[in-house]
């Protein structure tokens, strides 16, 4: 339902831009069959020169390439989309970047997690090999906790016991493929280690001196996901997701990155209110220098510094701290108040323009209620982006619907930059068209037909109810 609304925050999170030298092997059309059989796996990256995401994941790319250096299965290659059309045909390639995993030169598994080296190591080594890894002995283990920041244990009796069955599942699960997996069968040194007196499952993390266990086998997946993360983690384009789905309102505090010991006192100081709000909100931090601009688009000012502010996804509220000093007690009694429903939520909006005259009336947020909900016109509403092709495709005909039936009393033809003005209306992608009825206005109709003057006036004229058409609707 707010698909739309995460990509652009995700965007946002992730606008910066990372260059590196570049270290990984170029595939073309004329060695590429050659280098796909070098090793069992390969692991290929498309990518666009021109693309930010790509250049965002070179540093972390190259990284990858350097774990596998010497592994015996699996080669990191990279193909150059603007250069390689018959590469980007042949694999239907739609967008940048795109990573594919290959097994014996063909086609295996398409990666879709985060784009770090350690998820996708994760993963690879989850593809390419056992879904859990062996540990026999404590230095195996010592070895395997060195590689991850968070590797899961799972401590059976016996490979045919039921509880070994679910945890080797569940270690193929798709939520579990960012965490290293291993297993100890039956091994009384390490049963003794981690003070296993049953089988167990255990998620050790360099964040917590502590490691997390279990006994519960048929909740694994939700168990590690709670514990497999520090309770406040940095808040990016890499992890904005996790965040997403933990479906709480999400508390960020926006930090100075380069004093690294003011930062350590503010994630500390987190730490403390997250104990608090476990199960209410989420909190994280960000690094201001790189998305000030959200803090921004949230209602805080991005030049002060430290800034806070909350974003509910599911009613699609922000909620900015406006103080001159944020420091932990104000951020508890904020957060209390934001719960309870007594902090106003931001709402962000262009300015009214000061004339509104054309044919296809501008709304902004500030206007949304006096121009679509509180009238006794009909509305026609589309949501656009500036950025958007297809919306600059639409704007020709939706101008001329509007020259056409500028005529018709109680009708109004509008659009809203949904990229810059909030609204209640959640909004799936752009173009978006609402239909806002005259006494039905709670109960917008969404507009799926042909985007053609004559499909949208025929539309108009089929669902007016405070709009006067000459034509007659049964004739239509």
Not at 271 to 285: D, P, R
Request: with cysteine; proline share 4%; charged share 25%.
């Amino acid at each position: 339902m707010k698909s739309i609304i995460i990509a652009i925050l995700i965007a946002l999170f992730a606008c910066t831009f990372v260059f590196a030298q570049d270290s990984v092997v170029d595939l073309t059309s004329k060695n590429f069959e050659e280098k796909l059989q070098e090793k069992e796996f390969a692991l290929i990256e498309f990518f666009a020169p021109w693309c930010g995401h790509c250049k965002k994941l070179v540093p972390e790319y190259n990284k990858l390439a350097e774990k596998f250096a010497t592994n015996e299965k699996v080669n990191i290659f990279k193909v150059n989309g603007d250069q390689e059309s018959d590469v980007m045909s042949k694999f239907e390639i739609q967008g940048f970047p795109t990573i594919k995993l290959f097994k014996n030169g063909k086609f295996f598994r398409d990666y879709d997690g985060e784009r770090t080296a350690d998820a996708i190591a994760s993963w690879l080594h989850k593809k390419t090999g056992p879904v859990s890894i062996p540990i026999e002995s404590a230095e195996a283990l010592d070895q395997l906790k060195a590689s991850s920041k968070v590797i899961v244990v799972g401590f059976v009796s016996s490979k045919t016991s039921e509880t070994y069955k679910k945890f080797l599942q569940a270690a193929d699960d798709k939520d579990l493929e960012e965490f290293i997996v291993a297993e100890v069968v039956d091994n009384a040194e390490l049963n003794a280690k981690f003070d296993i007196k049953q089988d167990s499952v255990v998620v050790i993390r360099d964040f917590d001196a502590t490691p997390a266990v279990s006994t519960d086998f048929d909740a694994i997946a939700t168990f590690v996901k709670d514990n497999g993360y520090p309770l406040v983690d940095e808040v990016s384009g890499a992890t904005f997701q996790r965040f997403v789905d933990k479906a709480l309102p999400i508390g960020v505090l926006f930090i100075d990155f380069s004093n690294a010991e003011t930062k350590q006192k503010h994630v500390e100081e987190l730490n403390e209110i997250a104990q608090s709000f476990k199960g209410k909100v989420s909190l994280g931090y960000s690094d201001a220098a790189v998305y000030g601009g959200q803090l921004e688009v949230m209602g805080g000012k991005k030049d002060a510094i430290p800034g806070f502010a909350v974003m509910d996804l599911e009613t699609r509220s922000n909620y900015p701290l406006n103080i001159d000093t944020v420091n932990k007690e104000e951020i508890i009694a904020f957060l209390t108040k934001v719960l309870a429903g007594e902090v106003p939520k931001f709402l962000r909006s262009q300015e009214i323009p000061e004339e509104n005259n054309e044919a296809v009336k501008v709304v902004v947020g500030k206007s949304f209620d006096d121009l679509v909900i509180n009238n006794d016109n009909d509305v026609l509403l589309e949501f656009y982006a500036p950025w958007c092709g297809h919306c600059k495709s639409l704007e020709p005909k939706y101008t001329q619907l509007a020259e056409e039936l500028k005529s018709v009393s109680g009708l109004v033809i509008a659009k809203i930059d949904a990229s810059e003005n909030d609204t209640p209306i959640n909004i799936e992608g752009f173009p978006t068209i609402y239909f806002f009825p005259k006494g039905g206005k709670a109960s917008p109709v969404l507009y799926e037909g042909d985007r053609t003057v004559e499909s949208l006036k025929t539309f108009l004229q089929k669902n007016a109810v405070g709009a006067v058409f000459t034509e007659k609707k049964d004739e239509l």
